[in-house]
């Protein structure tokens, strides 16, 4: 599972922008349908579109998650074996950490700043905890009544899924930083810049 978490993070970000697009495009067919009425073949396609991809964005983002914390739990195993240690943090402490709301606000930064120092890692721990702030904004504005407030839930939803796929995006970064390899797997090639006497 820990190795499959770069792939899922790619799906979940394509998967989340498609999202975002097909909330817009529903946002749009509500705001045509205020001054004329839409055709019922826009309306299905809105309606699939948004159902569809919602319900995958939702499955493989939470997949990712898992998986990003399997990753985790191996790459704190293995930069303590190569130290000749073992990780101080038990298995169930890092999995409840990262999984149990609003734990998971803190404990994932703290296992990861564990792991490197590297100033990437606050940006995600930005981006992890803004984006938790939004989903948790976008489930109470989805309580309110009125045609009005529906619409601009479409809407905000839409923002939402930008908002994860961003974070996805700095969690691939992450974890390709930690493995010392390119945003796309490879490892990374040392340039040497050598000064030219003439």
Known sequence: M???????????????????LAEFFRFGVLLQNRSQLISPLELVLSDAAELCLS?????????AILACVCWLRVARREMFAAA?????????????????PV??????GVFLTELTRHP???????AWVVNWFV??????WRLRDGLQAQAYGVLFT??????????????????RRVQDRSVRGREREITRWTVAVG
């Open 158 to 175: 839409g923002f939402a899924d930008l908002v994860a796929a961003g974070t996805a995006v700095v969690t691939l970064l992450v974890i």
């Open 84 to 100: 000749g240690e073992l990780d101080p943090r038990r298995w169930w402490v890092i999995v409840v950490g990262s999984l149990l």
């Open 135 to 140: 989903v948790v904004g976008v489930l109470l």
């Open 120 to 126: 990437i890692v606050r940006w995600w721990w930005t």
């Open 2 to 20: 820990a190795g499959r978490a770069p792939r899922l993070l790619v799906a979940a970000t394509v998967l989340l922008v498609a999202a975002a």
């Open 55 to 63: 319900v995958l964005s939702v499955v493989v983002g939470a997949l």
């Open 103 to 108: 734990l998971n606000l803190v404990m994932p």
